[in-house]
């Protein structure tokens, strides 16, 4: 079993010829209402491209969502993708979390949160979930809800001897505790999270970075660098995956595909360098489509 801890968000998203200016009124184009948040995109992924000759891992979801109309829709979209959705709680009073996402002509975005209930997913309801975990197999988690349930679950999953996944995104002020990454197997951020989890007087190669990333106490680093690929500092091994070729249309969700592909081929038996270039296919496929769970792909069609 794949467990995901982490965000559930309603994404706006709004394709623009380019990016407003400070104080611009832009006319956009296409808009979207699509399901999203890091953590559900996630599990998502892990659903679909978990998929092997008729039978599916068993993905689970903790979260919490809004008693509204986005919320009720965001947990109708787990269903559809065969997620167990019993440790996702509905809060009544509370919005669900929203992503307004802005797209260009270059398949670039920038993306704005309102994290709604998401902020208020706890320790308890990690507590409450003490089942799933022991039942697991990996631990996924992100960082669009609060830090101390960050660190509660991934202490809980330490304890239990569950392989730790955790993509530090967005990476908090300050950076992350020394103490809650030497827990985590496999850190994964993008190039601009792995700037900001430390500090350089200089500048330094991505080599370097992910080596100093691994000395903070993860076991394996994983840097995603977009078209450039992935720079992967493992456990023996450090090693740059070149990115497929592709014609970028919308790069939302890449990252989320990227790991739910990783996360899917590690639970199926491969090994580290499988899972990665495994990931980098599904990560391609995704930003050639518009949107973030509606540009996930299934295993099938990754293995035609």
């Known amino acids: 079993m794949i467990v995901i801890i982490g965000s559930i968000n309603m994404d706006l998203v709004l394709r623009v010829p380019r990016m407003p200016l400070p104080g611009e009124t832009l006319s956009g184009e296409q808009f979207q209402i699509i399901p999203g948040g890091k953590g559900a995109n996630q599990a998502v992924a892990c659903a679909r491209l978990s998929e092997n000759e008729g039978t599916q891992c068993h993905v689970a979801m903790i979260g919490c969502i809004g008693d509204d109309v986005f919320g009720a829709a965001l947990r109708d979209a787990l269903r559809t993708n065969g997620i167990d959705d019993s440790h996702v709680t509905t809060l009544p009073g509370v919005a669900s979390g929203v992503a307004a996402i802005l797209v260009d002509a270059n398949g670039q975005n920038s993306i704005v949160l309102a994290g709604g209930a998401n902020d208020l997913l706890s320790t308890a309801h990690i507590d409450a979930a003490h089942a799933l975990f022991e039942q697991a197999s990996i631990i996924v988690l992100q960082l669009e809800i609060p830090l101390p349930t960050v660190r509660h679950a991934i202490q809980l999953a330490h304890r239990l001897g569950k392989t730790v996944v955790l993509n530090p995104a967005p990476v908090p002020a300050g950076g992350l505790p020394a103490d809650l990454l030497e827990f985590v197997d496999y850190l994964i951020p993008n190039e601009v999270e792995a700037w900001m989890l430390s500090d350089d007087e200089e500048p330094v190669s991505i080599e370097t970075k992910a080596s100093q990333l691994r000395a903070l106490g993860p076991g394996n680093v994983l840097i995603t660098l977009g078209a450039k690929g992935v720079y992967a ?72």
């Open 233 to 304: 500092a493992l456990a023996g091994e450090n090693k740059l995956f070149p990115a497929l070729a592709v014609s970028a249309v919308d790069t939302t969700a890449a990252g989320d595909t990227f790991i739910g592909g990783f996360v899917a081929a590690l639970t199926a038996g491969k090994n580290k360098v499988e899972a990665i270039e495994f990931g980098q296919r599904a990560a391609a496929w995704s930003v050639t489509h518009i949107g973030a769970q509606t540009s996930i792909p299934y295993y099938r069609e990754l293995t035609v």
